[in-house]
């Protein structure tokens, strides 16, 4: 079997001198495919080539950062704002819903001070007592703010009513602020027409007393001279309230008596010099305790009026208030 193999590669094999004289040689090479330069396509991005790629990706993710950052700051200032206007009108609600026990408070006395005005009997003023409604120290609540933060910043279900509730709070609380130097006025005016009353008041008082004492220096003897005379000085005595005088008691023990009698001697005496003058002064010291009771009218009116005032004003202040708490709420934008 061996040999036999043996001779079949030696027949397979050529002989040596017919490779040698042959023209040319044929080598086995493996056949491998090299693609052409005009078959390859480079990786793309998108549809982008590498060169545009380098360039467009970066520009775009900064004009992306860019615009997001500018999205980003944008919101955080409609935030801020937003809670601006929210803590301006959280602010305005608070102070107004404090000021309602100053405010309660101030009406009490001022109601007590104009009924003490009526109510008195004495001759000097009755004195002040008084608070301050806090209405003036929400000063950054300007005009100019709360149709900012009321109206504009705020929604608005009806314009024209939000800016008239709106004009409302900024009118309230001026008045509000300004209470307490009307009271002062006034009262500085009530003080003076007193001390006016007063000084007239007692320049009779010497007149009369000085009327009494000619007469006795004239010994002047008249039964009508004598009764007013006791009726004066008792009547003095009775009204006398430690350096005051209670008006009343005076008026009632001296000058109903003293008008009545003085009347009857005009009609039946005619005329003597002494009790001339001392009629012309008791009715002079008449028409200052008219001017005394014209006072306490007239004043008490003023501070009533002064109370019902501010009642209303807050009243209304409030159902401004309620307004915008429960029809308006801070816009985003």
């Known amino acids: 079997m061996l040999v036999q193999l043996e001779n079949l590669a030696a027949n397979l094999q050529p002989p040596l001198d017919t490779l040698k004289s042959s023209d040319s040689v044929i080598f086995a090479i493996p056949n491998i495919m090299i693609p052409s330069q005009e078959s390859y396509t480079p990786s793309t991005f998108w549809g982008l080539t590498p060169e545009w790629g380098a360039i467009l990706v970066p520009t775009c993710c900064t004009l992306i950062v860019f615009i997001f950052g500018h999205l980003i700051n944008a919101l955080i ?96 609380l001026d008045y509000l602020g300004s209470v307490e130097n009307e009271v002062r006025t006034q009262y500085l005016a009530y003080q003076s027409a007193s001390r006016d009353i007063m000084d007239s008041w007692n320049t009779s008082i010497l007149k009369i007393q000085d009327v009494f004492h000619n007469m006795n220096s004239l010994g002047v003897d008249d039964s009508l001279a004598k009764r007013l005379y006791d009726s004066f000085y008792n009547s003095a005595i009775k ?9 009343p008691v005076f008026y009632n023990g001296f000058l109903v008596t003293a008008l009545k009698l003085i009347q009857d001697y005009d009609v039946k005496c005619g005329s003597d010099d002494s009790m001339v003058q001392l009629i012309k002064e008791i009715k002079n010291l008449y028409l200052v305790y008219e001017r005394w009771l014209a006072l306490k009218n007239g004043f008490r009116n003023v501070f009533s009026s002064i109370e019902k005032f501010i009642s209303c004003s807050y009243s209304s202040l409030e159902d401004s208030m309620d307004y915008f708490k429960n029809n308006t709420k801070a816009l985003w934008w």
């Open 77 to 172: 200032k409609k935030t801020e704002k937003y809670h601006e206007t929210k803590t301006f009108r959280d602010t305005v609600f608070s102070c107004i819903k404090i000021m309602g026990g100053p405010v309660s408070e101030q009406k009490v006395r001022i109601n007590k001070l104009a009924e003490s005005i009526y109510d008195t009997s004495l001759l000097q003023n009755v004195e002040l007592k008084f608070n301050r409604s806090l209405a003036d120290k929400i000063g950054f609540a300007s005009a100019d703010k709360i149709f900012k933060y009321f109206v504009f910043k705020s929604s608005k279900p009806d314009f024209a009513q939000s800016t008239n509730h709106a004009f409302n709070i900024v009118s309230q």
């Open 239 to 247: 009204a006398s309230y430690g350096s005051d005088v209670n008006v």
